[in-house]
């Protein structure tokens, strides 16, 4: 059985680890034990340590000492930082872009600018700015807060500010895109659009790629898409693959771009593989671009990896052996639904203090759902702690339909969570 190393350890991770597992001996280092991950690895008879996933040092002698031949990493600041490259400087195969080729997400002018080479129709306008007295005037020019502050880097999906939802005055908004800019040297500024956002992933051998299920991210922390924005608090597919408010032609449209995109980052080496995800606006006038991930979003992981129904493992193989097709890399026909439990503070203030919760796994998994450890590590039976203000977990079940899958989501949560934790109420309503 081949050694697969893991590196993260966040839901998204949780996901992978469970289907790796079914074909590959897994390994890792973790920054704490995530219940899910350990339990994952200890059933392969693999191997962890806790330790810094950024330390290249240790995750080089981690390689040897135990002999890795696959790497599969889905997070955006362990691939900014190279430990793809490291990986494959060890020689075992990897999933996911080297630093260069995520440099699609980390650097958002890279894409805007190379978006706007390939298919300027798709671009929302925007203003790429470097010096204060520029943003002032950019800013000052728009009638009314009708306008969206971007950082220029990672921010793990929480950056992202819109004018009268997030900010209520140009002097708010030109506060924060000033504090951007002083921090990265770089800040965005674009039109505020209408429309239906929404998420379309692929899986690229770095030529091919297989769109996914399309899955609908619930992005703001409170009902009604109130609030700030966070990691994700929710996500849906639905049966057949798409969402009510599109049709193929759409996909088709967003699907042609990544390609493209891709062909373009890999044109002179191979720099990307694993998974692209592009987020969109479907507007009045078409589609419009927002953003390139270069890895699984999280939560729409949890969606995406259970409705395989070619084996993970699998398509890892066709993706590193630079064969993968539409034959070899098939979804099922069902539904998803998901949802993520925080803790109170959850992107609301800062709270150093850690938030300790229980959790029935076991009665929760009894009802048909699967349960997904994140930024939580267990402390006694059915008790466990946060290790940092994020999500805790996240529930994800599976029907004929998004009504099924979602009521025996909520139905699988009711009583048998602590009652002081959060969650959306209103996932599953587009």
């Not at 997400?105 to 790429?128: C, D, G, Q």
């Not at 008790?383 to 940092?388: I, W």
Request: hydrophobic content about 35%.
């Amino acid at each position: 059985m081949k050694k697969c190393l893991l590196l993260g350890n966040g839901g998204r991770e949780a996901v992978m680890a469970e289907h790796i597992v079914k074909g590959y001996s897994l390994y890792a280092i973790l920054p704490y034990e995530n219940p899910s991950i350990v339990e994952c690895i200890e059933k392969s008879r693999g191997k962890y340590i806790i330790g810094n996933p950024f330390d290249k040092e240790l995750v080089r002698n981690f390689i040897k000492e135990h002999n890795l031949e696959v790497c599969v990493i889905s997070s955006d600041n362990l691939q900014q930082d190279g430990m793809n490259d490291l990986a494959r400087e060890e020689g075992l195969k990897t999933f996911g872009a080297t630093s260069k080729g995520a440099k699609i997400e980390w650097s958002k002018t890279y894409a805007l600018n190379m978006v706007e080479r390939i298919a300027p129709e798709m671009i929302i306008k925007n203003y790429k700015v470097q010096d204060e007295y520029t943003l002032k005037d950019v800013i000052y020019s728009y009638n009314s807060t009708d306008f969206v502050v971007k950082p220029e880097g990672l921010t793990g999906g929480k950056g992202v500010k819109v004018g009268g939802v997030h900010f209520a005055s140009k002097e708010e908004g030109f506060e924060y895109a000033l504090g951007l800019l002083e921090e990265s040297g770089t800040v965005i500024i674009q039109d505020k659009v209408e429309g239906q956002e929404f998420t379309v992933m692929g899986l690229t051998d770095g030529k091919n790629v297989v769109i996914t299920p399309v899955t609908f991210d619930y992005p703001y922390r409170f009902d009604g898409d109130k609030g700030p924005g966070t990691g994700g608090m929710g996500t849906i597919s639905f049966e057949n693959g798409m969402l009510p408010f599109l049709n193929q032609s759409d996909i088709d449209e967003c699907a042609s771009l990544m390609k493209k995109v891709i062909a373009e980052v890999n044109s002179n080496s191979l720099e990307y593989t694993g998974v692209i995800y592009g987020g969109f606006f479907k507007c009045a006038d078409g589609i419009k671009f927002i953003e390139f991930n270069a890895r699984f979003g999280d939560p729409e992981s949890l969606n995406v990896v259970n409705l395989l129904e070619t084996p993970f493992t699998e398509v890892i193989e066709h993706i590193t052996e630079g064969n993968l097709t539409e034959e070899n890399c098939k979804f099922k026909k069902e539904a998803t639904f998901v949802i993520y439990v925080v803790s109170p503070d959850y992107a609301v203030r800062e709270n150093n203090e850690p938030c300790v919760f229980t959790v029935n796994k076991e009665e929760i998994e009894s009802k048909g759902a699967k349960l997904y450890f994140a930024n939580a590590k267990q402390i006694g039976e059915n008790t466990y702690q946060s290790v940092s203000n994020s999500r805790l977990f996240a529930v994800l079940t599976k029907a004929r339909t998004l009504e099924e899958a979602k009521e025996k989501a909520y139905s699988a949560i009711e009583g048998n969570i602590d009652e002081k934790l959060h969650y959306r109420n209103d996932i599953g309503t587009i």
